[in-house]
């Protein structure tokens, strides 16, 4: 059953997590990539205002999105571990309290979108929310990740709210819907809101099988289908803004540009969304071509 209450009312524990499958040692893991990736992705730069109430206070190309509401605010990832202080600052800059955040979403358990939440959650006090399989991955800060095993580790951290696919959750005027879009990772979701002055905005997540196995995955039997099905849900959606959670995937550095140069739209993009899925769906064929012919 599909779940839509005031965010008082569905702040549910998370104890336990469920058992998980040991990854299995005759799956080859995807190469991680060099942390000196993530640190160039983390550099900093200016909070800005991307809509009514919406903030951009990430990094150059790590995504965390704040939406202020008079009865509180919504955080939307963390980037690195060593980004949450400089998340925290830009939100500061911007005069608002880390103390009246109440949720923070989180769009996949990686280190370069959860590595900052458990320090900006304790700073905060907010309400971790997830999918239950992006929950289980933060809980082992990281580990046991079905492409990178342990290679990529980040400090752990306790989910509050777990969500399902189509929940939604409201702060003040501000609405919005959890869309589970696994494939990524197992738990990966997108959130698409409903703004205060009734503007539509998604932050979508990863659509990226970067040298993932996708043929008979034993650690993800249903990766295939899962990211197929990803592909058709983000496709659907109509939206009036297009975030994601690198900003290279949303032309972040292009919008900031026309911004800077006095377009107060700049970031209204209601193509960006289906060009983002065509082009992910494109690169997904092309892998997906080449693992089969083998």
């Given at each position: ?246 900003g290279e995937r949303f032309d972040l550095a292009g919008k ?39």
């Amino acid at each position: 059953m599909k779940r839509s209450a005031l965010i008082m009312a569905c702040l549910m524990s998370f104890s336990t997590f469920t058992s998980h499958a040991a990854l299995d040692p005759n799956q080859p893991l995807a190469e991680a990539p060099p942390y000196s990736l993530f640190v160039d992705w983390a550099k900093p730069v200016k909070p800005l205002r991307i809509a009514e109430s919406v903030w951009y206070v990430g990094t150059e190309n790590l995504s965390s999105v704040l939406i202020t509401t008079p009865q509180g605010h919504i955080l939307i990832d963390g980037a690195l571990d060593s980004s949450a202080a400089q998340i925290r600052q830009n939100i500061r800059a911007l005069g608002f309290d880390l103390g009246d955040i109440r949720l923070i979403l989180n769009s996949h358990a990686r280190l370069d979108q959860a590595g900052g939440i458990a320090k900006l959650k304790t700073w905060s006090g907010a309400k971790l929310v997830a999918s239950q399989p992006n929950a289980e991955q933060m809980a082992r800060g990281g580990k046991d990740d079905f492409a990178l095993g342990d290679a990529l580790p980040f400090p752990p951290v306790k989910t509050d709210i777990i969500v399902d696919n189509g929940d939604t959750l409201r702060v003040g005027d501000v609405t919005v819907k959890a869309l589970l879009t696994p494939g990524h990772l197992p738990g990966s979701t997108s959130w698409l809101f409903t703004l205060a002055d009734g503007k539509t905005m998604i932050y979508a997540d990863s659509l990226a099988t970067p040298g993932y196995y996708l043929v008979d995955n034993k650690n993800y039997p249903t990766l295939r289908a899962d990211i197929e099905r990803s592909f058709r849900t983000l496709a659907a959606q109509q939206v009036d803004i297009f975030l994601a959670n690198k900003g290279e995937r949303f032309d972040l550095a292009g919008k900031m540009a026309r911004l800077a140069a006095g377009d107060k739209d700049a970031f209204i993009d209601r193509d960006g969304l289906q060009r983002y899925v065509a082009q992910s769906q494109q690169r997904f064929a092309a892998q997906l071509k080449q693992q089969t012919a083998q």
